[in-house]
């Protein structure tokens, strides 16, 4: 098999499942429980957080927060934000963003909150001058995301954060997609809370981080115990805490390479130079903008991208369409849409994203396989 489709979810590596293993078994206490078969527990918590605090630069006095992952992260941050500036009714948010974004804006713009949602250019780069001249007095929080998870266009955080600190604004960007793939320095680049999931960094599915800047006001979506400080309530999922961790030291190491990095953009790279080649009527959505180095979204003109991804899927190649199946009807990709595609070409996107275990023969065997399949596909 050929698996790109790791914007989706990522495979779990076994110094990740290995250091997981006993937290299923022998290591079953509760960290919130007084003797010390449970107690224990929390140095692992605490050791956990240092490690994924270090992959996104994190002061020690941050609050790093363990949550179930990027969705709960994001509906908590942006819940949080309203609950703690009542008065405060308007938020900055993309045309762009990951539905637990941006159905969490759609709910609170039903409760009266005025939504700004700045738009993006034909390769998917937001429109900086007009999310400048939106921020207002009432706005209670810019939501950008960090890199898009079907384009995987960057986003200018550092002159978006540069920009609410000179304003007073929180900012908060989801950073799901770009951890672990790009530097990320939050001490460097102020947000003043960020998203993280650690099944899409080699970690598991299940858990993720929520981070706010020391001294910003935080309210928890999730209420009971009083587990991690009150700002998240529920027995820790200690196997998912310490997997998160190892992924996290994997990832930062990884980052730090060059080298490594390099090689991940070199074989994403071929990829789309091979199909250019190769395959004619393509487009490469966000060529022209700064991406993350493992994702290309492409537009085979004149193919219906399910069954493209069908057909792929026999073939043994794991992708993603740029349309979303719910409940039977097929939705054409929000993103692609915004940057000016229509529904046709939304339908005709397959989204390739690679990770550090893609392999050069893998690429060259999708430049071989695809050219057969879209031709094979265009004659029907
Ligand atoms: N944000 C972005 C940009 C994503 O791509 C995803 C998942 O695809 C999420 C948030 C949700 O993360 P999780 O699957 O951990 O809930």
């Given at each position: 098999m050929i698996y790109l489709d790791n914007n989706a979810t990522t495979y779990l590596p076994p110094e990740v499942r290995?250091?997981?293993?006993p937290y299923f078994s022998e290591e079953y206490g509760n960290a919130a429980s007084v003797h010390t078969f449970g107690s224990r527990l929390m140095n692992q918590m605490d050791s956990a957080r240092e490690s994924v605090g270090r992959l996104i630069g994190a002061d020690p006095k941050d609050d790093l927060t363990f949550t179930s992952g990027g969705t709960e992260s994001n509906n908590a941050i942006l819940y949080s934000v309203v609950k703690k500036f009542p008065n405060r009714r308007h938020i900055i948010t993309s045309t762009v963003e990951h539905s637990s974004v941006a159905k969490v804006a759609e709910d609170l713009e039903k409760q009266g909150y005025e939504i700004t949602r700045v738009p993006v250019d034909r390769e998917g780069r937001l429109?900086?001058?007009?999310?400048?001249?939106?921020?207002?007095?009432?706005t209670a929080l810019?939501?950008?995301m960090w890199a898009n998870n079907e384009t995987g266009v960057l986003s200018p955080v550092a002159e978006i954060s540069?920009?609410?600190?000179?304003?007073?604004?929180?900012?908060?960007?989801?950073a799901v997609q770009a951890i672990g793939k790009v530097k990320i320095n939050v001490s460097e680049t102020p947000v003043d809370f960020l998203s993280v999931s650690a099944h899409k960094l080699h970690g598991p599915k299940g858990i993720g981080l929520l981070y706010v800047r020391?001294?910003?006001?935080?309210?928890?979506?999730?209420?009971?115990g009083?587990?991690?400080?009150?700002?998240?309530a529920g027995t820790e999922n200690m196997a998912g805490i310490v997997g998160f961790a190892v992924a996290s030291d994997m990832a930062q190491k990884f980052v730090a390479d060059v080298k490594k990095l390099e090689q991940e953009e070199k074989l994403c790279r071929k990829l789309e130079e091979g199909l250019l080649n190769r395959v004619s009527d393509i487009t490469i959505a966000g060529q022209g903008a700064q991406r993350i180095p493992n994702t290309s979204q492409i537009i085979f003109e004149q193919t219906e991208g399910e069954a493209l991804l069908q057909m792929m899927s026999d073939a043994g190649i794991y992708a993603s369409g740029g349309s979303t199946c719910t409940a039977g009807t097929t939705q054409p990709s929000h993103v692609l849409l915004a940057m000016g595609f229509n529904e046709k070409q939304s339908g005709a996107a397959i989204r390739f994203s690679l990770s550090r275990y893609t392999t050069e023969d893998e690429i060259n065997g999708v430049l071989e396989i695809m050219p057969k399949l879209v031709s094979k596909l265009r004659s029907i």
């Open positions: 290995e250091a997981m293993m429109d900086l001058n007009f999310f400048k001249n939106s921020i207002r007095s009432d810019v939501t950008l540069k920009i609410t600190r000179q304003k007073g604004v929180l900012f908060h960007s989801d020391k001294g910003v006001p935080f309210a928890p979506l999730i209420l009971g009083a587990q991690q400080n009150g700002r998240r």
